[in-house]
Structures are given as structure tokens and as C-alpha cells.
């Protein structure tokens, strides 16, 4: 059996000739504002414009060829959805995408200009869930979770173990927390390729599930997800919490202006699109500065798909 950190190694060499190498940015003025020296890991210039394309990458290579022939489905508000259909593509495999009615228009069509077959459904995960699981029995498809998938995590944590090969001495690496997938993945890469390398989640208060998770000791839920940043309406599963209850140091909450905020700061004084879910990383740092005074701070923006018909700004 394979340990941790060969696990990540293999599934790094397995999906490397399928994704993009991101850059690492930095900004001199947001660095001044935040009082610390910040590498940005933009995976906004990522394979479908996400981080998700890694875990959905490694998820799809190793399918059988019985499950290639079938097809793959999952639900998404749209990250996943295009990752998954735009993997399933690569390969030459259906992929059905299970999206609720109010996903982000442009995530809608990215997935369909993948390929995707998407099936929508209500703004929640009881009906994000009802609808893939009967295409699941319908089709005979193997359903991907967005988050909770062990291959998923793995291929997720690819993108801190890029980010530490360029800056191993770093003493944070921050991200935005939803399903938990992308925050499981860089905690074990921080944890296994790190040199005490901390790993902190950003959260909105409008869905704080994860900082509850953590405090009561179980999986909780939100009643509503009212939060604009749309990729972080969702919930932890039993594979990644118990990874995030082990290796993760602390989730900080964040309010909706502050996301905002943030957000505009990245848009202005480094010029590059970034979307409300990964805004909450850095929003995370600001609203916390005195806990990252002077440090080396690694932030991973996790995607840049953004409806430019609704910016919040």
C-alpha cells in the first residue's frame, strides 16, 4: 500500500501532461496593505479556469473501461461541472452534470462547450444529490463528488505541491473552504512537502458549516448559503473532514463586503480576474493581519470564472 506522499507523487506525475503549471504571482501593494509577503497560486489560469481540473483529472484516468464506456456524472454550481466535463472530453467519455438553476450563466456554458450534458435541478444539495444519484442509476454512470473522493483530494493537493516547489519555506498556505476537497488536498501537501508549513481556511459567515464542523466535532450543514461567493455553498464530507479536523490549523470567517473588497483589490493592482470564492482567501488574511504580521504566506486562487454580467462591484 502506497504511503501519503507516494500517493501524491504518482497522482502528480499521473495528471501532469493534462493540466497547466499556474504561475505564482505576487503584488507589492497588497503586500503593503496586508503587512506580509503574499504568493498568489493562480490556478485561475488553470484547465477550465479552476483548480477542480487536477481532482477531476485524476479522478477520470482511473476509470475502468467499463465505467469509460458508461460515463461519469457529478453535481456542481460550476467549477467541478466544467473540470469534470472538460476531463470526460480529454478522454473521449459522456459526462452528465447535475447544476443548479442558479448557477453562474458563464460556468452553465463552459460546461456545455466541454461536452457536458447538464440536468438541472433546485438550489440545494438534497436535490443536487436526488437528481446525479438517478442519473446514476439510469445511466450506469459513476458519479464523481466535487469534494468528497479521495482520488479528488489527491489531484487537489497538486497545486500546494507546485506552490512549495517554488517557495518551500513558506509559514502559511491559505484557502477558500466549500466541500472541503481543495483544502483537504493542500493540507496534506503542506503537511508532507512543508517545512512546518501551516494550512488556513477562509470562510464566509453566510456559510460557516466547516467553522462549525470544527468546533462541535461533527459534519454540519447550512440552513441557507446566502454568500456571493457561489463555489462555497456547500458542505464537508466523512472522507476530507477528518483529513481537514487533523491537518488543518484553523478557519477564519469572513463577511460579505469583506469578500468583495478583496476581491476588487486582486481585480485593480494585479490585473487578473478572480472570482468571489477565491477572494476569500485574501479577505481571510486581511481580516486577520496581526496572525500574518511579517510572515510568508502562500494564497491558492482557486479559479477565475466569473458571470462579467453580475460583477459585485
Known amino acids: 500500500m502506497q504511503s501519503t506522499i507516494e500517493l501524491l507523487?504518482?497522482?502528480?506525475?499521473?495528471?501532469?501532461?493534462?493540466?497547466?503549471?499556474?504561475?505564482?504571482?505576487?503584488?507589492?501593494?497588497?503586500?503593503?496593505?496586508?503587512?506580509?509577503?503574499?504568493?498568489?497560486?493562480?490556478?485561475?489560469?488553470?484547465?477550465?479556469?479552476?483548480?477542480?481540473?487536477?481532482?477531476?483529472?485524476?479522478?477520470?484516468?482511473?476509470?475502468?473501461?467499463?465505467?469509460?464506456?458508461?460515463?461519469?456524472?457529478?453535481?456542481?454550481?460550476?467549477?467541478?461541472?466544467?473540470?469534470?466535463?472538460?476531463?470526460?472530453?480529454?478522454?473521449?467519455?459522456?459526462?452528465?452534470?447535475?447544476?443548479?438553476?442558479?448557477?453562474?450563466?458563464?460556468k452553465k456554458n463552459a460546461v456545455l462547450e466541454y461536452g457536458g450534458e447538464i440536468i438541472e435541478c433546485e438550489p440545494t444539495l438534497k436535490a443536487r444529490e436526488v437528481a446525479s444519484r438517478k442519473i446514476e442509476i439510469e445511466k450506469d454512470a459513476t458519479f464523481i463528488h466535487p469534494s468528497n473522493d479521495e482520488q479528488v483530494i489527491l489531484g487537489q493537493g497538486t497545486s500546494c505541491m507546485e506552490l512549495l516547489e517554488d517557495y518551500p519555506d513558506l509559514d502559511f498556505v491559505v484557502v477558500p473552504i466549500g466541500g472541503g476537497g481543495l483544502i483537504a488536498g493542500t493540507a496534506l501537501a503542506a503537511f508532507y512537502f512543508g517545512n512546518d508549513c501551516k494550512v488556513i481556511g477562509g470562510e464566509p459567515f453566510e456559510a460557516d458549516d466547516a467553522y462549525r464542523s470544527l468546533q462541535s466535532g461533527k459534519i454540519e450543514s447550512n440552513d441557507s448559503a446566502k454568500t456571493i461567493a457561489d463555489g462555497l455553498r456547500t458542505q464537508l464530507g466523512d472522507k476530507n473532514f477528518p483529513i481537514i479536523q487533523k491537518y488543518v490549523d484553523r478557519i477564519i470567517r469572513v463577511t460579505e463586503d469583506e469578500i468583495v473588497e478583496a476581491m476588487r483589490l486582486v481585480w485593480e493592482r494585479m490585473k487578473i480576474i478572480i472570482e468571489p470564492s477565491s477572494a476569500v482567501a485574501l479577505a481571510a488574511i486581511l481580516t486577520d493581519k496581526d496572525n500574518f504580521l511579517n510572515k510568508k504566506v502562500g494564497i491558492i486562487i482557486s479559479g477565475g470564472n466569473v458571470d462579467l454580467q453580475n460583477l459585485p462591484f
Open 9 to 106: 507523487n504518482t497522482t502528480y506525475e499521473r495528471i501532469k501532461p493534462h493540466i497547466h503549471r499556474t504561475p505564482v504571482l505576487s503584488s507589492r501593494g497588497i503586500n503593503k496593505i496586508a503587512g506580509t509577503e503574499l504568493f498568489f497560486k493562480c490556478e485561475n489560469f488553470q484547465r477550465g479556469g479552476a483548480y477542480k481540473m487536477r481532482g477531476a483529472t485524476n479522478a477520470v484516468l482511473q476509470l475502468s473501461d467499463r465505467q469509460k464506456n458508461k460515463g461519469v456524472v457529478t453535481h456542481s454550481s460550476g467549477n467541478f461541472a466544467q473540470a469534470l466535463a472538460l476531463a470526460a472530453k480529454r478522454i473521449g467519455i459522456k459526462a452528465y452534470i447535475v447544476m443548479p438553476t442558479t448557477a453562474p450563466q458563464v
